[in-house]
């Protein structure tokens, strides 16, 4: 129960500093009416999965993920075909992801086929949540915490699962909306032997600061490179590919590599590779790409496109990088019917939606 | 209202993952009655404080603590002195730091002063679960977390401030009792451009990892180092400091430089500094330190002590540092009496419990 506040006059405002950000949201998600809710203990492992009715959840003001981060999700979505089939994109991997990423946080594995089945008897009570139109979806957030109410750092001895819906329009509600990246030298998102490959939270606040960095530089989303190099990793939260004249003269696609651990193996991001491969127009690279060798790239004219991925807007194609107070743009007709990332978007969401049959997308329920 | 389990069968715990870790805790922490509780939102600024009987805390299942770990924190102890005045050390060094980390997540910032006198009130209304025995204390934990219900990753609109509190007793209960620690040379805990100087809740659940790896070579913290010179950072969540002869030959006190913000500015950490120049025994640096550098000292027998620093323990005597399967040890006088580590913790708790008049001890209640 409440009590007074012990001073009236008690307040917290600092004089001197502005409470408002320019952020935006106004808004509210939405999630949709349940949600998929499975504990787990130390010693006792995994309750029976439950769905239930979506509302507050409540944990003791110790539990571990309010001090301590020990948390991480995926990001997914769930489609309706023009046979009222509800799909799903290679949802396998962000089964595999979520495990990959609870095992670097000491969080507890699950068999990810089990949880699968849960995450179908989820969206079939849920069913007319789930938008019919193209380009809509049903965003899922698959999230693990741990719950240990303990005030030290210790090992997880209690966790939850959750699985979350929410029903998303098109990202880009009027065609392509190319975006604006600005280089951020000053944060650096990740480095070697931390947690750059892991979808975990503590990845995602401290760019927040980035993102409004960005943002007053005219821009929408912070480039994050990293090291004396600047070494390419990630764009806000996506994937990064360029579609390019190398500097060998060959026409390429190529994306930052995985090899030291500090970018997110994204799942969008592997299937354009593996789609790119199979189309077999130019080759396909992933390495570290050095940020001079881009901007190099781009003063011999010789950039054609610029994409992130992610699961949210699949294909985000990007007009320009500003870096040291000078923007380096990508021609007009990157964005035409004919260019690459234009092309792979549709097969893309031909695939999502089940227009084309590909093993990729699994109808659900 | 939770529906039965979608599929009686359903279980998610993988066959051949062991579920069990070995992991300590038991049992859970106590907390006291109240803690504090303060809304900010957007626009709005801080509600009026209250102080509330401790709950659990319900928010959205889309805030961003659960998804994006925005989310900071203090640790801070209440002293009760022979007089049975509640004294509290350097407190407003953490209402500085809280400020410091929330700017670096774009949590919204607060009056410092206001908050501590926010803090007194919630004291006096605990003031009978204070121990009042010497070595014992209340643990405050003031904590910033992000509650925008939102699902993608946004500017902060809405957030809470609570202060916990947890009776603790001694951290050495017979007497100091050293610790082993093992360099980690795999896991990185903080780089230039990231969030080492933050009392960021990602700092810590990536450590776990560490933890269980030191755990298994037989030592009780890692040693953090990064970079190819191995720099040495912190000991498992301390400040780490060495006294011995450099390799110039000078007695010294040393401990890591703030410089390049991988580091933690830790308060217990600064009042060693401040001491160990106000007492003029030995040349007092920080300044970076290369693993190697600390190596070659222990094979010269030029390492007298090391000790970890933090509001946990005050002073944590280290016995040795396991390195690539050879184990570096201190002398067994670094914890008589006359030790330098032994006379500083003598003074730090004296001063915290109001022993020797100082103006780092407060009186708040």
Redesign the interface.
Known sequence: ????????S??????N?P???????????V?SD??LK?E?R?????S????????????????????????C?EGMKAYIDSNGNVRMFRPEKNMERLNFSAS???L????GE??L??IE??LK?DKEWIPRKKGYAM?L?P?I??T??????????EAH??V?M?PVGPYFKSGFVPIKLAVDS???RA?????GNVK??????????A??DAANAGASQALFV?DKEQYITEAG?MNIFLFWKNNMGEIELVTPSLEDGTILAGITRQSVIDLAREWGECKVTERMLPLQEVLDAFIREDVYEIFGTGT?AVIQPISSISYDGIDYSVPKNAFSENAFQVRMTNTLTAIQYGEIDHPWSRVVA
Chains 1, 2 share one sequence.
């Open positions: 129960m409440a009590q007074r506040s012990p001073r009236k008690l307040q917290l405002n600092r004089a500093t409470i408002n950000f320019s952020g935006p949201m106004q808004d509210v998600n999630i349940h949600m499975v787990w130390n010693g006792l492992g995994w029976n999965p439950q769905i239930i009715q979506s509302g507050p959840i409540a944990l003791h003001p110790f539990a571990h993920v309010f001090h301590y981060a020990n948390e999700y670097r946080l000491c507890p594995a699950f068999n089990e949880l089945k849960c008897a989820l009570v965003y957030r999230l915490f741990s240990t109410p303990w005030l030290g750092l210790t090992q997880t001895s699962l959750y979350m929410s000053k944060w650096i480095w070697p032997g931390g947690t975990f939270g503590g990845n995602y606040s401290p760019t927040v600061m993102q409004r990293y939260t949210a």
